[in-house]
């Protein structure tokens, strides 16, 4: 017979394991591979190679590229992430788009002793270790050789405290310390040696199920593969297209990267607003619903876009551009708009001109793209910024998208994730962001954030691990940031 205590043991035991039972299968289905589809990377690289660049001594600058965009002061944000994520390891792959170039110690002939390009950057987590590749391209310091090498192991990324296993999404990773790997250093023309201390990593990516495959005993899979259905590409536009039609558009402008850092820094303490269906990609503005003509022979572009941007702030700043038009003519092309401002109010202002290669005018399976065409301010351009900046002055290049047939699709704007929107105004330095399971829009925290962290799931998984009374996740407080040192 059992005793009062035997018995109540049993009957715990009992209900664990009915508890088990239950939760099993969910907890297993939790665990399946997921699809990292959406996201950012916010990464300074090192903050003091950024001054140097743009100090008294190499006199240069950075410049973004592939819709890369700046956050907060010494940031740079690279977007679109993709890869996978296993819950059960806790081993992430997340690969972004954008790059940033950095120039500097400009020679009489117009080339740079300092060219130095760091794109695509890739994290990879496995067994409690991380590690940041890059695609680079720089030029040697001593020698002047450019060396390209994709997916360079360019950062090594300590996790310690941070459990990865069983995530929900979205991911976070704040302030993950970074130190410069022996392949990294070569990388870098040679500016650091191995074991330099970089900027800490920041990033958050979103989560998509994994999909579920539904096996029909009856057929062999190597039929399966056999039957999705392919489709293909239109190589020559019809007939509405070599008539003139535009069945669709959308031009991609930031106006200018340091004028929007300006609107949301310490000085106007400002920010922009969108409306009319304009959308923000992080490092531009995206005026969509183009109409217009296009003539495939001649190579020539008149259109007219909705939406507009409004730059508000201190010091009486307050811009409007709206109704913004594109025509290229003669591979030479214009970017007008509407601006209103308390100083200057002008429709169809011509505010900036770009350069078209004639190739780049060719319809491709219905689509015509120009991608970053470089842009100069007009006269008329600086008198619609308060003459801030002088005519000739180098704008934020101008992208376009034209779609000739009904079934073209035009290029996706960067996807920044469900966690990190938008920056449209200057990040609180000492705030600090630890976003949940069931707080998605919470946005990451800035550089000077103390805590890496991993947002879990709330489910069977957990109250599994609960009823085991196993410690989930842990949060360690990073490291202080080393002191700057020049190259």
């Known amino acids: ?74 940031q740079f944000r690279f977007h679109s992430a993709s890869g996978t994520y296993d819950p059960a390891n806790g081993s992430l792959r997340a690969a972004f788009s954008g790059g940033v170039r ?12 300092l060219d130095l390009t760091v794109s695509r950057p890739t994290v990879r987590i496995a067994g409690g270790s991380g590690t940041l590749y890059a695609d680079m391209a ?9 060396t390209s090498t994709a997916e360079v192991p360019l950062a090594s990324l ?53 999909p579920t495959a539904t096996k029909d005993p009856a057929k062999d899979p190597a039929d399966e593969r056999t039957e999705e259905p392919t489709k293909e590409p239109s190589t020559k536009p019809s007939k509405k297209a070599e008539a003139g039609r535009i069945e669709d558009a959308a031009v991609d402008w930031g106006v200018r990267r340091t004028f929007r850092e300006y609107v ?48 508000t702030g201190a010091h009486d700043l307050d811009l409007a551009l709206s109704k913004v038009a594109v025509t290229v003519e003669d591979g030479k092309g214009s970017l007008s708009a509407d601006v209103a401002s308390a100083d200057f109010t002008q429709r169809k202002t011509p505010l900036i001109t770009f350069t078209v290669k004639d190739s780049d005018l060719a319809p491709q399976d219905g689509l015509v793209t120009v991608t970053e065409a470089p842009a100069k301010l007009t006269a008329d351009g600086a ?37 990190a929107a938008p920056t449209t ?9 630890t976003p949940t ?7 990451a925290a800035s550089s000077s954030s103390s805590s890496p962290a991993v947002p879990l799931g709330i489910g069977a998984g957990v109250l599994l691990a609960a009823a085991a009374a196993v410690a989930f996740a842990v949060v360690r407080k990073r490291r202080t940031a080393p002191s700057p040192d020049h190259p």
Not at 138 to 146: A, L, T
Not at 425 to 433: E, Q
């Open 264 to 311: 949301t820094g310490a000085i106007a303490q400002g920010k922009w607003t969108l409306s009319g269906g304009a959308q923000d990609g992080g490092a531009l503005f995206r005026f969509p619903k183009g109409s217009g003509t296009y003539d495939a022979k001649k190579r020539t572009l008149d259109a007219d876009f909705t939406g507009s941007v409004r730059f």
């Open 383 to 419: 008198k619609a910024f308060g003459s801030m900046y002088k005519a000739g002055t180098e704008m934020d290049p101008v992208s376009l998208a034209i779609a000739l047939t009904k079934d073209a699709e035009l290029p996706a704007l960067p996807d920044l994730g469900s966690s």
């Open 158 to 210: 300590s996790l310690s405290g941070v459990d990865m296993r069983g995530g929900t999404g979205p991911i976070a990773l704040n302030n993950l310390p970074a130190t410069l790997t022996a392949q990294g250093a070569k990388a870098f023309a040679g500016y650091y040696a191995a074991g330099t201390a970089l900027d800490p990593v920041s990033l958050s990516v979103d989560l998509a199920a994994a």
């Open 102 to 113: 950095f120039t500097g110690h400009t020679k009489p002939d117009g080339s740079h002793e």
């Open 1 to 74: 017979m059992l005793s009062w205590t035997s018995a109540a043991r049993a009957t715990a035991m009992a209900g664990l394991t009915a508890l088990v039972a239950v939760l099993l299968p969910a907890a297993t289905a939790q665990a399946q591979d997921r699809t990292v589809q959406g996201g950012r990377l916010d990464w300074g690289i090192k903050s003091s190679f950024q001054s140097y660049v743009t100090g008294p001594v190499a006199q240069g600058r950075s410049t973004l590229q592939g819709g890369a965009a700046t956050v907060g002061g010494t």
């Open 138 to 146: 720089s030029k040697d310091k001593g020698s002047g050789k450019v």
């Open 437 to 443: 399971a069931t707080d998605a829009t919470t946005p």
């Open 425 to 433: 105004a200057t990040p609180d330095p000492t705030a600090t962001a």
